[in-house]
């Protein structure tokens, strides 16, 4: 039987423990250890973006992060973006927009939009499309998700002030 490694973390704002073996993703632990599925395992090779997270604040493939590398970090999915009664405006833009078939693609667009709004509340159309770019979407193509995080910026831009 392989070791276990005891870990902790803050995952969406609450702090966590839980057991993990070497070998296994964040990807895995998040999914099958902390019941956290919003992030999907599309690829399992980092090509798809479909199982983003924010690691201390910056979007990485889950799937290709090892759980014990984020031993004391604090992770968001995309479980964590919404409060109790609000959608984050991502997620309520995403819905107006009509920028989702599947969902599959959906969380990990969704947190990488989050980290490029935390750090540039007005991207240009480039700018999105450039962040946005490590993560694939099948069924919609990208005018919508890009049209979506352009309405999503303008919200937070306005509740800002």
Same mark, same amino acid.
């Given at each position: 039987?392989?070791?276990?490694?005891?870990?902790?973390?803050?995952?969406?704002?609450?702090?966590?423990?839980?057991?993990?073996?070497?070998?296994?993703?964040?990807?895995?632990?998040?999914?099958?250890?902390?019941?956290?599925?919003?992030?999907?395992?599309?690829?399992?090779?980092?090509?798809?973006? +479909?199982?983003?997270?924010? $690691?201390?604040? $910056?979007? %990485?493939?889950?799937?290709?992060?090892?759980?014990? /590398?984020?031993?004391?970090?604090?992770?968001?999915? %995309? /479980?964590?973006?919404?409060?109790?009664? @609000?959608? @984050?405006?991502?997620?309520?833009?995403f819905l107006e927009d009509a +920028?989702?078939?599947?969902? %599959?693609?959906?969380p990990g667009f969704l947190v990488?939009?989050?980290?490029? $709004?935390?750090?540039?509340?007005?991207?240009?159309?480039? /700018?999105?499309?450039?962040?946005?770019?490590?993560?694939?979407?099948?069924?919609?193509?990208?005018?919508?998700?890009?049209r979506a995080v352009q309405h999503?910026?303008?919200?937070? !831009?306005?509740? !800002?002030?």
């Amino acid at each position: 039987m392989a070791k276990k490694h005891h870990l902790s973390a803050v995952v969406n704002g609450e702090p966590v423990e839980f057991l993990c073996e070497a070998r296994q993703s964040l990807l895995e632990v998040l999914r099958d250890v902390l019941h956290l599925t919003g992030a999907k395992e599309g690829c399992n090779n980092g090509n798809c973006g +479909a199982c983003t997270v924010l $690691l201390d604040g $910056l979007p %990485v493939n889950s799937c290709l992060v090892l759980a014990v /590398e984020a031993d004391g970090c604090r992770i968001t999915t %995309v /479980e964590g973006l919404a409060d109790a009664t @609000h959608l @984050h405006p991502l997620q309520q833009c995403f819905l107006e927009d009509a +920028a989702l078939q599947c969902g %599959v693609c959906t969380p990990g667009f969704l947190v990488a939009a989050k980290a490029l $709004l935390d750090k540039n509340p007005n991207p240009s159309e480039q /700018e999105i499309r450039f962040e946005l770019a490590n993560n694939l979407c099948r069924c919609t193509g990208y005018d919508k998700i890009v049209r979506a995080v352009q309405h999503a910026a303008a919200r937070l !831009r306005e509740a !800002r002030t």
